[in-house]
């Protein structure tokens, strides 16, 4: 979710069908990093947000773009 030009997002493990874990980080685009949340202190991790999701309910990102997007 987008407010106050903070991004939230949550990461699920679908790596494994056993493994239900999640955890929720929030990236603030003023200070230009991730500010709480599994991972904040850890300096050079990348969030990758496809502006065209935004406040959508699911992914805008299909076909040839899910094929290019990191």
């Known amino acids: ?4 030009n903070e ?25 230009q990093g991730l500010v709480t949340g599994n991972g904040a202190d850890k300096i050079g991790m990348t ?3 496809f502006d065209n999701d935004l406040e ?7 076909d040839a773009c899910k094929d290019i997007w990191p």
Do not use: M, P, R
């Open 47 to 49: 969030v990758y947000v």
């Open 7 to 31: 991004l939230s997002v949550s990461i699920y493990n679908f790596g494994s069908t056993s493994n239900t874990a999640n955890d929720s980080i929030a990236y603030s685009g003023a200070q």
């Open 56 to 62: 959508q309910t699911g992914s805008t990102c299909n």
């Open 1 to 4: 979710t987008l407010a106050n």
